[in-house]
């Protein structure tokens, strides 16, 4: 009978451990703050220390992230097999909610990122709202301006700007998140002394978007989302 006992704990053990993991909000998530809500979005600072990995969370809405820094990780989906990620610094792309995951750092670098939850139209099959390229490169005044995607009635681009260059105001004056992927300062059309220096990983809303000029002495790097 004494024999029995180590061998009922392993195996009470053994069924802790075959338990699902629980599912919790986004919200409740620790590596994931709240830094800015409204009623086109909600965004979240993601920061997960090397080796680390996330609790299972659930996104509900669809949503779109901006990578700081390169990191490896293994990004596992719930009801799929864990998938391996290599994304760069700036990579930014689009992901359809109503899922749970939990990611894991594999390199030796954190995992840094903007989670940008889309709180309209999601999951809508909508027109484009006026924008006329979904996809391309676009050659600005001292700089490109990459549009990566077009989802959810959201435009998202990889802006760079040599120091001088600049962004032109969006016709439509909807709200605009700018998303800074290096160190930069950035000012609003001419006549205005508006500033905005930026560390990479800040962020920006501005209800009304604006034209833009890199005032910085370096090359700047920053990632737009335009709403319609």
């Known amino acids: 009978m004494t024999r029995s006992v180590p061998l009922f704990f392993a195996l009470v053990a053994f069924a802790v451990l075959a338990q699902p993991a629980t599912e919790v909000a986004i919200t409740a998530e620790p590596h994931h703050h709240l830094a800015l809500k409204n009623n086109y979005v909600r965004v979240f600072k993601v920061e997960v220390p090397p080796h680390q990995a996330t609790l299972v969370h659930r996104h509900q809405y669809d949503y779109a992230y901006v990578t700081i820094g390169p990191v490896e990780l293994s990004n596992d989906v719930e009801g799929k097999a864990p ?48 924008w ?15 549009i990566l995607f077009v989802k959810d009635g959201v435009r998202a681009s990889d802006v760079q700007l040599n120091p001088g260059g ?18 930069c300062t950035l000012q609003t059309v001419p006549g205005t002394k508006a500033s905005m220096p930026l560390q990479a990983g800040d962020f920006r809303w501005m209800q009304v978007a604006h034209g833009l000029i890199n005032s910085s002495k370096y090359p700047a790097r920053f990632i737009s989302f335009d709403f319609r």
């Open 83 to 130: 998938a391996t990620l290599k994304l760069q610094d700036g990579e930014t792309r689009f992901s359809p909610g109503k899922f749970s995951h939990a990611v894991r750092v594999l390199s030796d670098t954190p995992f840094r990122n903007l989670t940008i939850e889309l709180l309209k139209n999601t999951g809508k099959d909508r027109p484009v709202g006026g």
């Open 132 to 146: 006329t390229d979904q996809r391309g490169l676009q050659i600005l005044s001292g700089g490109t301006q990459d």
């Open 166 to 183: 600049t962004l032109p105001k969006d016709r439509h004056g909807t709200p605009q998140l700018i998303v800074a992927v290096s160190k």
